[in-house]
């Protein structure tokens, strides 16, 4: 399958082109020149199959052009050897967990798919691949660990100083190997300035080979629809056949911009809310039809903080630029700090059920959007622990560290601060390559 740029402007390319280049050389992000519509048998049998069986459609209908059904189906399987359950939070509410994963975040998914499509490829042309990703949070442990020791692979993390929790920094700043940190003075949109810049610099990529393993590259992106395929399945299993609309945690888009294509080859959501923190240019847009992006604020959902969300121009391209057609199958709400602590608090307190402040504004959109004749689910996309000292303030009790999480707090700290200069990240990346 061939894959096109969103900007128009660039030729189409393979697959390994498409994975190897993350960025598309006019600055567009790329798009399969087709979305396959999955066979009505397989919706049929979908409440009787395992994540992994279902999983593996879904990739084949992407990927299976390009890549023999045998190791297509060991990526899979090397991503998804770890559980995704969806439980009931209150009356026609579910959660799907999505972060029972390495470093407890959604992302592991993704991250781990890409890293092994890619070393697929890396092996086939026998290469070092510099492996660039921007991170307000979750992203860079999810890339730093999914590529950790890889051969022919280095990753740069670029994240924000002072921005991102103890723990997230922890799960990609101590790692050493082929895992080197930079830690940016400046802003989550600012880091991912610097890596779109990067790409764009004739000079670097004609002496390095560079790659993002941010949701903009396909690789890292797609994958993400397998688990709303399993969430319907599980909604299905349980004799759950009411109209379904599903609340996602929204920054850069990619995984809200997963569940859509998700629905385009046929999976029966009948809609989508995308839950924004004070970061809401995208809801903006819903509203008023004007896409303002702007400098990000910082929020206790901070892997959120985002104010110009990459795949923005993959949903208008997937909608073909129609402001009502999008509206049509995503709403929007925004949460101030408060509110999501509010939630924190009160869900705890009436359900037991303990959530992140991401979870916690998804939660909080799904009330607000949810229909009287719908079911929703809401994603849970990372483990509360990993927002410690936020959580336990809200609920008054100590938060349990998982001992998988725990660990990366052991060891020392091996990050680079860096200045939001181009010339200087350049430099860095020509001396470590």
Same mark, same amino acid.
């Given at each position: ?52 069986? +279902? ?11 390009? +890549? ?20 009931? &939070? %209150? ?8 972060? !029972? ?27 070092? &691949? ?10 860079? @442990? ?6 950790? *020791?890889? %051969? ?42 610097? &890596? ?18 941010? @949701? ?43 569940g859509l294509f998700a629905k385009r ?23 008023? *039809? ?5 400098? =990000?604020?910082?929020? +206790? ?18 909608? =073909? ?6 509206? !049509?199958?995503? @709403?929007s709400y925004r949460y101030s700090d ?19 402040? !991401? ?14 004749? %719908? ?14 000292? =936020? ?12 001992? *998988? ?24 990346? +020509?001396?470590?390559?």
């Open positions: 399958m061939q894959y096109y740029s969103t900007n128009k402007k660039a030729c189409d390319v393979s697959l390994q082109e498409a994975v190897v280049k993350g960025l598309a050389p006019d600055r567009g992000l790329y798009m399969p020149e087709r979305i396959a519509q999955l066979p009505t048998h397989f919706f049929e049998q979908i409440g009787d199959s395992s994540l992994q069986d +279902i999983s593996k459609t879904v990739a084949e209908a992407f990927f299976g052009e390009d +890549i023999p059904k045998d190791e297509l189906d060991a990526i899979v399987n090397g991503t998804l050897s770890f559980e995704i359950p969806l439980k009931k &939070v %209150e009356e026609d509410i579910y959660v799907l967990e999505l972060f !029972h994963g390495p470093t407890f975040a959604f992302k592991d998914v993704g991250a781990r798919f890409m890293a092994r499509m890619l070393s697929h490829f890396v092996m086939e042309r026998q290469q070092t &691949v510099n492996v660039l990703v921007a991170t307000s949070g979750d992203t860079g @442990s999810a890339v730093a660990n999914g590529f950790l *020791g890889v %051969e022919g692979i280095r990753v740069f993390v670029l994240y924000p100083s002072g921005k991102v929790s103890d723990i997230q920094e922890a799960q990609f700043n101590t790692l050493g190997q082929n895992i080197v940190a930079l830690e940016v003075d400046g802003t989550f949109d600012d880091c991912q300035a610097l &890596v779109k810049s990067a790409f764009m610099d004739d000079e670097l990529n004609n002496r390095i080979k560079l790659t993002s393993a941010n @949701s903009i590259n396909v690789a890292r992106f797609l994958p993400q629809s397998f688990y709303y395929f399993w969430a319907y399945a599980q909604l299905i299993g349980r004799g759950e056949f009411a109209k379904r609309v599903v609340s996602v945690p929204s920054g850069n888009l990619g995984n809200l911009t997963a080859m046929g999976l029966p959501i009948d809609r989508f809310i995308a839950a924004n923190n004070r970061n809401d240019v995208f809801r903006e847009y819903l509203q008023t *039809g004007q896409y303002r992006p702007r400098a =990000s604020v910082q929020t +206790i959902a901070n892997a959120m903080d985002v104010g110009a969300p990459s795949n923005f121009d993959r949903i208008l391209d997937l909608y =073909s630029h129609s402001h009502k057609a999008i509206t !049509h199958d995503v @709403s408060e509110e999501i602590k509010a939630a924190i608090k009160n869900v705890y307190r009436e359900s037991g059920y303990l959530l992140d402040p !991401h979870g916690a504004s998804a939660y909080l959109a799904l009330k607000e959007g949810k229909k009287p004749d %719908e079911t929703g689910i809401f994603l849970a996309t990372a483990h509360p622990a990993k927002f410690k000292e =936020s959580v336990e303030a809200c609920v008054g009790i100590p938060i349990e560290i998982p001992d *998988g999480l725990a660990a990366f707090m052991q060891h020392k700290k091996q990050s680079i601060a860096l200045p939001n200069d181009f010339n200087l990240f350049k430099k860095e990346l +020509i001396g470590r390559s």
